[in-house]
């Protein structure tokens, strides 16, 4: 067996790159291209549901149901997830199933995002887009991250299917799926500081939270908006951290008041004393170093007979 031994010396980088360059077949013959199309991470949509993105979770365990996969869509506006349980996964069951969750509801996007998977590539699914007038765009497969948003959604979503799956074989997952969709898009989103469903419809849903934390409020007969509550809560919350916060410093400084206060006199005046005057002693040898240093220099060159000016002789230590 034959092995062989590479060695890169120090600058090849930047040598080839030198040699490209000087290159005159390559700089003559190829050009760049005259017509450049935006960047997929580039994308940005004005308002709801202009850009919707696409993607399949597979292989999934077999439901009761039959269901093998989970197609889930997000709109790249408002962040808004709609997922749809499928057991026949061809092309032109995703196409019915677009045109069921995403068409009839909010109307027809004015672009896709999907992944370079063959139903979304079809020859079927690009009839269909071009029925309802939309632009299909594929991300790039060595920049998978054009789609980011879809990729984190699908990873959400099936780490929670993965938790709340009460069948050992997980065979209830897609009796999950669409509540935890439901759950995300009444969650307060970080980046929009506002909730998916908030953004797409213009009013909150009536949840079990909502309705406990109203009924507080007694004696007012209007209930503020969905905003001003959100605002309340937050302010609450800042406020109980400052109060946290200041009960743990004023407990600092009772327990520190008790411990000085069980110290002796004794030991409250012996403790400052020793320290200090360990630190005098240690100043004191430190400049003490230097003379004592030119004393042993000055014995030693008396012993071996070396003045000012004179030459040292290994004789000397005869």
């Known amino acids: ?4 031994k590479v060695v890169i010396k120090a600058g090849l980088y930047a040598d080839v790159e030198k040699h490209v360059k000087s290159c005159t077949d390559g700089s003559s013959s190829k050009s760049r291209p005259q017509q450049r199309g935006d960047s997929p991470g580039k994308v940005l949509a004005e308002r709801p549901f202009q850009i919707v993105s696409m993607d399949f979770v597979i292989p999934l365990p077999k439901t009761r149901r039959g269901n093998t996969a989970l197609l889930l869509f997000r709109c790249s506006f408002t962040g808004f997830v709609i997922a749809k349980a499928m057991s026949d996964t061809s092309a032109l069951s995703v196409a019915q199933v677009f045109e069921q969750c995403v068409y009839r509801r909010f109307g027809a996007p004015s672009l896709i995002r999907h992944d370079r998977d ?3 590539m079809s020859e079927v699914f690009q009839v269909f887009t071009e029925m309802i007038q939309s632009r299909s765009r594929a991300t790039l497969s060595y920049r998978p991250q054009a789609n980011g948003q879809q990729e984190r959604s699908v990873k959400s979503v099936m780490t929670s299917v993965r938790v709340y799956a009460e069948d050992p074989l997980q065979q209830d997952w897609d009796e999950i799926a669409e509540k935890l969709v439901f759950a995300i898009n009444t969650s307060q989103d970080t980046t929009r500081k ?3 469903f908030y953004l797409v419809h213009g009013w909150d849903t009536q949840t079990t939270l909502r309705a406990m934390t109203s009924s507080l ?4 007969g209007r209930q503020s908006d969905a905003l001003a509550w959100r605002r309340d809560v937050n302010r609450q919350h800042e406020v109980a951290l400052i109060m946290a916060k200041d009960y743990q410093a004023a407990e600092k400084k009772r327990r ?3 411990h000085n206060e069980a110290l002796s006199r004794l030991d409250k005046v012996s403790v400052p004393r020793k320290v200090e005057r360990n630190a ?3 100043v004191q040898k430190l400049h003490r170093v230097p003379k004592m240093l030119w ?3 000055r014995r030693l060159f008396l012993r071996l007979g070396v003045g000012r000016g ?9």
């Open 280 to 282: 005098r002693l240690t």
């Open 118 to 120: 063959p139903r979304f």
């Open 194 to 196: 506002e909730t998916p």
């Open 1 to 4: 067996m034959t092995r062989w």
């Open 310 to 318: 004179s030459t040292w002789n290994a004789s000397n230590l005869d």
């Open 256 to 258: 520190t008041k008790e």
């Open 217 to 220: 409020k007694r004696g007012s």
């Open 295 to 297: 004393s042993l220099h």
